[in-house]
């Protein structure tokens, strides 16, 4: 069975960092890309980063030089640290997976295989 499970939110003030985990069961990292969308109240989800089975990464905009996606085949698991927080970081996080061995170039929400259920963040100054 394919289940991504989020963890790692929380509270944090601005200017600080958070290392959100997405544990991942059912399926290879090889034929896979993993990612994160957030979704803040009353906004649509949008992509924030992503991680293709050769390493490739995609991030977007608003986080581009203060987030960083990896991923550990051995240990199941993907990870993004996301540092100087900002108060519009602040979101539910979720991770998404979808099956290829392709470079993800720009995730789409629709384009997920699989979805984790969310891990809120919330940011304060």
């Known amino acids: 069975e394919v289940q991504l499970q989020a963890s790692g939110g929380g509270s944090a003030q601005t200017g600080g960092s958070l290392r959100l985990s997405c544990a991942v069961y059912?399926?290879?990292?090889?034929?896979?890309?993993l990612g994160w969308f957030r979704q803040a109240p009353g906004q649509e989800r949008e992509e924030v980063s992503f991680?293709?089975?050769?390493?490739?990464?995609y991030y977007s905009d608003s986080v581009k030089g203060r987030c960083t996606i990896s991923s550990d085949s051995a240990k199941n698991r993907m990870y993004m640290q996301l540092s100087s927080l900002k108060v519009e970081d602040t979101a539910m996080y979720y991770c998404?997976?979808?099956?290829?061995?392709?470079?993800?170039?720009?995730?789409?929400?629709?384009?997920?295989?699989?979805w984790g259920k969310g891990t809120q963040v919330t940011v304060s100054s």
């Open positions: 998404a997976a979808v099956m290829t061995t392709g470079r993800v170039l720009q995730p789409h929400e629709d384009g997920m295989d699989y």
């Open positions: 059912g399926f290879s990292f090889d034929n896979h890309a």
């Open positions: 991680i293709s089975s050769d390493g490739y990464t």
